[in-house]
């Protein structure tokens, strides 16, 4: 199938610091690209990959889990770990999961997460069924767009398939588990007004991973993908600040190479 218009995964060569950038469950790399060509524009390699069977049809979910995602993170990590001096992983929802796990595999090699509304389990109450439910319903309702901004659409699905939901919720349940291992700088941005991904998710993750360098903000004009949302400039111009804490060749050498 091809890939939704506006849904193409990105890639920018810049300068000796890259950043990773993880979309979430049923979204596609559209919910980030903003994000992704403003880092892009102030000299940082960039990589924004697309996720298995994300970004063409719901149906194509089906065929895929948690560890094809996985993997495809953790190739464009490795990417860019041969490419740049330092390299910082961002994520949003699912994405947020996906980038701690990869903090918690590669450690040092990792120098900070950016998280927004990371998510950590999966709500639903009907959840306990999905081991059951996924070889009888096919789908339920999508949860995509959940956006305050007027006229800000997010490329996602429009059914959630619950063969994939499973998956996650088991995937989500490894990282939880994993969360201790996480050791590098945080910041964590989250919106008090989620129809997603509850604040009791970020509060978690906060207690259980063992980075001392963490940052929480609240993002009080945005619902669950913030970064199409009011406060996207504030997400973009604060995760690259954070970068430029600690990769000192941000704004000097590593812009000028950028390009």
Not at 114 to 129: G, M, R, W
Request: hydrophobic letters at 40%; aromatic letters at 8%; one cysteine or more.
């Amino acid at each position: 199938m091809p890939v939704l218009l506006g849904a193409e995964p990105f890639r920018h060569e810049g300068g000796p610091v890259g950043v990773l950038l993880c979309h979430g469950f049923t979204g596609s790399p559209q919910s980030l690209r903003p994000w992704a060509e403003y880092l892009a524009e102030r000299g940082l390699t960039v990589s924004l990959p697309l996720l298995p069977g994300h970004g063409t049809r719901w149906q194509d979910m089906q065929l895929t889990g948690w560890q094809d995602w996985y993997a495809e993170v953790d190739r464009a990590l490795r990417e860019l770990l041969e490419r740049c001096e330092q390299v910082f992983v961002f994520g949003l929802s699912m994405g947020g999961a996906l980038s701690l796990r990869l903090a918690a595999k590669h450690g040092e090699s990792i120098s900070g997460l950016v998280l927004v509304n990371p998510a950590n389990k999966v709500h639903d109450p009907l959840a306990f069924a999905l081991p059951v439910a996924q070889h009888f319903i096919r789908s339920t309702p999508g949860i995509a767009s959940d956006i305050a901004k007027p006229g800000s659409v997010e490329i996602g699905y429009d059914r959630v398939p619950t063969r994939a939901a499973h998956s996650v919720r088991r995937f989500f349940r490894l990282v939880d588990a994993e969360l201790p291992q996480v050791t590098q700088p945080v910041l964590l941005l989250h919106s008090p007004q989620d129809h997603v991904v509850p604040p009791a998710d970020s509060a978690r993750i906060l207690a259980r991973i063992s980075s001392t360098d963490v940052t929480e903000t609240l993002l009080e004009q945005s619902y669950h993908v913030a970064t199409l949302d009011h406060d996207a400039e504030r997400i973009f111009a604060d995760s690259y600040a954070f970068v430029g804490r600690l990769a000192k060749s941000v704004g000097r050498e590593g812009a000028a190479s950028g390009g």
